[in-house]
C-alpha cells in the first residue's frame, strides 16, 4: 500500500477504460477517495460501485461547461481535489498523406485541446495548495512511431503543454506532469 495515497481526493478524467481504469483501480486499492468521470456516466458508474468511497460524474472534455459540473460535482463529493489525473486518449492508425481531416482533427482535439480545456478549469483548484494534475502522455510524443503521425504529434503537443504549465505554475505550487505509456506497434 501507497501511505501517501491513502485519503487522498483525486478526480480521474476518461476513466471508463484503458490506462484511466487502471489508475483507478490503483487509487481504490490504496484507499483514496475518487471520483470517475467520462461522457457517458454509466462507464464510471460501473467502475465506482466496486469501491465505497468512489462517485462516478458526466464529463464531456469538449465542453467548458461540462468540465465545470464534474469539477463541481467532484469538490461536492470530496472537498478539496489534491490530484487530477487526464488519461484522455485517442489514436488513428496510417501514413499521414491518408489521414482524414476528421481524424487528424479528432486525434489532436482529444490529446491535446482536451487536455489543455481540462487544465484550464483545474489551474485555479490547484493554485490553492501542493497539488497535482497528471496527464498521460507516450513515448509516442517523443520519438515517431510508424503510422501513428496525428497520435505522435498531439503527444508531442502534449509534452511540451506540460513543460509550458510547469514554467508557467510551478511558482504557485502547481504540479503539471506527464507520464509517457508504452507505445506499441500493436495497440
Do not use: W
Not at 456516466?41 to 462516478?56: F, K, L, M, T
Not at 481531416?101 to 501542493?130: G, H, Q, T, W, Y
Amino acid at each position: 500500500m501507497y501511505e501517501s495515497i491513502r485519503g487522498m481526493s483525486v478526480l480521474i478524467v476518461d476513466a471508463s477504460r484503458g490506462i484511466g481504469c487502471r489508475i483507478t483501480e490503483a487509487y481504490m486499492e490504496n484507499d483514496a477517495s475518487v471520483v470517475v468521470a467520462a461522457r457517458s456516466v454509466g462507464d464510471p458508474e460501473a467502475i465506482a460501485s466496486g469501491y465505497s468511497d468512489c462517485y462516478a460524474v458526466e464529463c464531456d472534455l469538449r465542453y467548458q461547461k461540462s468540465i465545470k459540473r464534474a469539477v463541481e460535482k467532484a469538490t461536492d463529493k470530496l472537498g478539496c481535489l489534491e490530484v487530477v489525473v487526464n488519461s484522455a486518449g485517442i489514436l488513428t492508425r496510417g501514413p499521414p498523406h491518408e489521414a482524414s481531416e476528421s481524424d487528424l482533427n479528432l486525434v489532436v482535439n482529444v490529446n491535446l485541446l482536451r487536455a489543455l480545456r481540462l487544465i484550464k478549469r483545474f489551474v485555479p483548484e490547484l493554485m490553492d495548495a501542493d497539488r497535482s494534475c497528471v496527464n498521460i502522455s507516450s513515448e509516442a510524443g517523443s520519438r515517431g512511431v510508424q503510422d501513428l503521425s496525428a497520435y505522435s504529434s498531439s503527444k508531442g503537443g502534449l509534452n511540451t503543454l506540460i513543460k509550458q504549465l510547469a514554467v508557467e505554475y510551478g511558482s504557485e505550487n502547481v504540479n503539471v506532469h506527464a507520464i509517457a505509456s508504452r507505445t506499441t506497434k500493436h495497440q
